[in-house]
């Protein structure tokens, strides 16, 4: 087994074409900028078609999201909206269905959650998740499972675990390729 030289990653990078998959990411009230970044990062490699930045989660140009993205805000098309209600009930209007990733009475397995397209993720803060109200409007909620004590993950963590399974399972809709 041999490691892909910088070159040939260089070339990958060259030839690639984003996926053409309805798959958008709404972040709500996440303090950290090396979060946002981060979650930046992930979205680009899960394929995420757009990023809906809300409420007071930091967004580009700045050198903390930089530096953890590593250029890919650059690469996801992202838009900022001061108020994720209306964004949600637009995203329901276009016929999405907008997922919570957040610990709910009413939440599934991540790993039993089959994702129909289009579809929007919602991610909140990091330390309140996400308000009831906001809640209230998602049409489905899923969670990761803990086995230790603490009783949840980073949000970038949780969402890099969610937004791979997403992947996988739009990979395989054919409904979810544009």
Partial sequence: M????????????????????????????????HNVGSIFRTADGAGVSKLWICGITGFPPDNKISKTALGAEKSVPWEYRRDPLSLIRELKAQGFSVVLLEQMEQSVPYEDFEPAAPVCLVLGNEITGVDETLAGLCDAAVEIGMDGL??????TVAFGIAAYRFRQVLRGRPEARL
């Fill in 2 to 33: 041999r490691k892909l030289t910088h070159e040939q990653l260089l070339q990958r990078q060259a030839s690639f074409e984003p996926p053409k998959r309805p798959f958008h990411v709404l972040l709500n009230d996440i303090r950290s900028l």
């Fill in 150 to 155: 603490k009783n949840s993950l980073n949000v």
